[in-house]
């Protein structure tokens, strides 16, 4: 199920959901929003509602330590303690010393992130990336106009209408939320330990 779309643009992540609930051939469109920001992230989910339910509303990210660069805080203090609260929640799993989770795009400070099932981080060299089972139609679609001067909101909004065009369990509405990333309240923030939003 599913469709997330994620695009930076100017510093500002752009990020964008379809409402499809998918169990087998049944398909419910959800009220409760696949894409949302929570503090300095942006997220937006596939894989369960719950794991989403429990970024939303149970997981504190932590507060960086001054100098950290955002790639090596995603892949160290915010996963780590991502990994202890899905435990804590009983969504985690362990298969073989594997921890298992499911998949999501996070926006922080002006960058883009794909978390994976085994909670990997990475960062595409693309300025977009997408999740869910529409991701091939939405990425196809973002590559097709990826020199035109169409703003970020409505490229995101044309990738998730390629991706429930072609794949059945994508479907509107569609919510498009967006986190600008301000350098001069991140640096204040900094000084005095707080986080800015």
Known sequence: MTCIVGMVHNKTVYMGADSAGVAGFDIRTRKDPKVFISGEFIIGY??????????????????????????????????????????????????????????????????????????????????????GCGEAYALGALYSIEKSDTMPEERIKIALSAAQEFSAGVREPFLVEKKAFNQSLETDGQKDGHRSA
């Open 46 to 131: 596939t894989s369960s509602f719950r794991m989403g339910q429990i970024l939303r509303y149970s997981f504190s990210p932590p507060n960086p330590r001054e100098g950290v660069e955002p790639y090596k805080y995603m892949c160290t203090e915010f996963i780590d303690t991502l990994i202890s609260t899905m435990k804590e929640k009983g969504f985690a799993t362990v298969d073989n010393n594997e921890v298992r989770g499911g998949i999501f795009l996070v926006g922080y400070r002006g960058s883009l992130f794909e978390v994976e099932s085994d909670f990997q981080v990475g960062e595409v060299y693309k300025n977009y990336a997408s999740v």
